[in-house]
């Protein structure tokens, strides 16, 4: 697929959103763990930045970098939760 400036600037923007809601993201797994990452996108629902796969993206991001878990259940949880994998 041929890359398109218009394609480029569309993912600039989503990846702009995703920083914006990652504070969001983040407080949403700390206030309600665990917190299934089907839930993310209702809970954050009033953020202007939501959409699935901007929350998606967040989520991941967050996995990566080892500032949220998955739980033995496969729900989100803080690091150093009992039940983290």
């Given amino acids: ?3 398109t400036a218009a394609g480029i600037e ?3 923007l989503e ?3 995703v920083a ?3 504070p969001a993201v983040h407080d949403a797994v700390l206030l ?3 917190v299934r990452p089907s839930q993310l996108p209702e809970l954050l629902h009033d953020h202007p930045d939501c959409t699935a ?3 998606r993206e967040a989520m991941w991001q ?3 970098d080892d500032i949220i878990r998955l739980d033995t259940n496969l729900s989100l949880i803080p690091p150093g939760s009992i039940n983290g994998l």
């Fill in 20 to 22: 914006r809601i990652l």
């Fill in 10 to 12: 569309a993912e600039r």
């Fill in 15 to 17: 990846d702009e959103a």
């Fill in 62 to 64: 967050l996995l990566n």
């Fill in 53 to 55: 796969r901007v929350v």
């Fill in 32 to 34: 309600n763990a665990p």
């Fill in 1 to 3: 697929m041929p890359v």
